[in-house]
């Protein structure tokens, strides 16, 4: 079930939605970053169905200081000439700290819902944000997942692997098996910053896949392995939040 909601940060309204299971949640619920294409019907769907696992999920708009703006076809955006700019433009106009700083209303705004235990997600740009969301609030964001996340471990003042000592919850990051906003260099660099930060963290390489191949209206959407994916995701959650639909008394 979903709810549209607005959400105030510390420069603006941020428009969002809610899903929540038709039966209602329980006390753990998902930080959704979105991908550069903004919210969306496949965003939705993606949402709902991790909502269908007992998450409240909370779908902001990232790029509320630019409202309104789009809709963008995934599939030809950055193709084109003229929707490449403007999608340029939301993408370096939303800096991590930007986003970082927004995370304090998303947090807060969970926690006015009842729930106590958050985990993120983030896909294409939004993997960088939720990581770094993990960091900026260890004590609330207890699990942080990337998918086809670009520039993790990058030279960039702000890359989420700088901040890997800051991070107290569990990581798992899905890498498209070739990506140049992550190639195996930073991949690497991960890897070992997380490792020696000592962050429970689990690097995967789906080979064969391109960067954006979980998102269903991404022309390199792989269903095979975006289910890959949603099975991986719903165990790395209901093992680091605690939660999730039981089934027959085994978790979902």
């Not at 550069?36 to 769907?45: Q, S, T, V």
């Not at 471990?153 to 991070?167: E, I, L, Q, W, Y």
Request: glycine fraction near 12%.
């Amino acid at each position: 079930m979903k709810r549209d909601v607005e959400i105030r940060t510390a420069d603006g309204t941020a428009q969002a939605a809610i899903f929540r299971p038709s039966g209602g949640a329980g006390k753990a619920g998902v930080l959704f970053y979105m991908d550069a294409f903004g919210p969306r019907p496949a965003l939705d769907a993606m949402a709902e169905r991790l909502a269908g696992q007992g998450y409240a999920v909370l779908v902001p708009d990232l790029f509320y200081r630019n409202a309104p703006y789009g809709p963008f076809d995934a599939k030809t955006a950055f193709a084109e000439e003229k929707t490449r700019a403007k999608l340029t433009g939301l993408t370096s106009g939303t800096t991590q700290e930007m986003t970082v700083r927004d995370g304090q209303a998303f947090v807060e705004f969970l926690s006015k819902e009842g729930i106590d235990r958050i985990g993120a997600v983030g896909y294409c740009m939004g993997g960088a944000r939720a990581l770094n969301a993990a960091a900026a609030y260890p004590d609330r964001i207890a699990a942080a997942a990337s998918f086809h996340g670009g520039n993790l471990a990058s030279d960039a003042p702000d890359s989420p692997h700088r901040r890997a000592v800051d991070m107290k919850g569990r990581v798992y990051v899905g890498c498209a098996g070739v990506d140049r906003s992550f190639p195996p260099e930073q991949s690497a660099r991960l890897a070992e910053a997380l490792r020696v930060a000592e962050v429970d963290h689990t690097i995967e390489n789906y080979v064969g896949m391109q960067h954006g191949w979980c998102v269903p209206d991404h022309g390199v959407y792989d269903q095979a392995g975006a289910e890959r994916h949603w099975r991986r995701l719903t165990a790395f959650f209901a093992e680091a939040l605690g939660a999730g639909r039981r089934r027959g008394g085994v978790r979902a």
